[in-house]
């Protein structure tokens, strides 16, 4: 079994910064794309940004130039650092990882998530 966990939500004013970080843990042959997905309130889960394990990274155009997703393929963690950040980003925000273990066939798991809310 594989375990997401999401840390470094919290409260902030608009313009300010965070970062978000997610720990894989379990048996773990190798991880693959790694994300970063968020749903804001009466809002369908949206991509925000992801990560090839090579570091190709692809990001939603209403988060391009904001946030910046990166990974440590070491420490088997993704990162998403969010700048100037605005009230409509305020939403619970997810880690999803495309993971290879050795007895349970390739899936994606998911975390239980960080809640990020952006005062005006």
């Known amino acids: 079994q594989v375990q997401l966990v999401e840390s470094g939500g919290g409260l902030v004013q608009a313009g300010g910064s965070l970062r978000l970080s997610c720990a894989a843990s379990?048996?773990?042959?190798?991880?693959?794309?790694m994300a970063w997905h968020r749903q804001a309130p009466g809002k369908q889960r949206e991509l925000v940004a992801d990560i090839t394990r090579s570091g190709r990274t692809n990001s939603a155009a209403s988060v391009k130039g904001r946030f910046t997703i990166s990974r440590d393929n070491t420490r088997n963690m993704v990162y998403l650092q969010m700048d100037s950040l605005k009230p409509e980003d305020t939403a619970v925000y997810y880690c999803?990882?495309?993971?290879?273990?050795?007895?349970?066939?390739?899936?994606?798991?998911w975390g239980t998530g960080t809640l990020v809310t952006v005062s005006s």
């Open positions: 379990g048996i773990i042959s190798k991880i693959n794309t």
């Open positions: 999803n990882a495309n993971v290879e273990s050795l007895y349970i066939p390739t899936q994606d798991y």
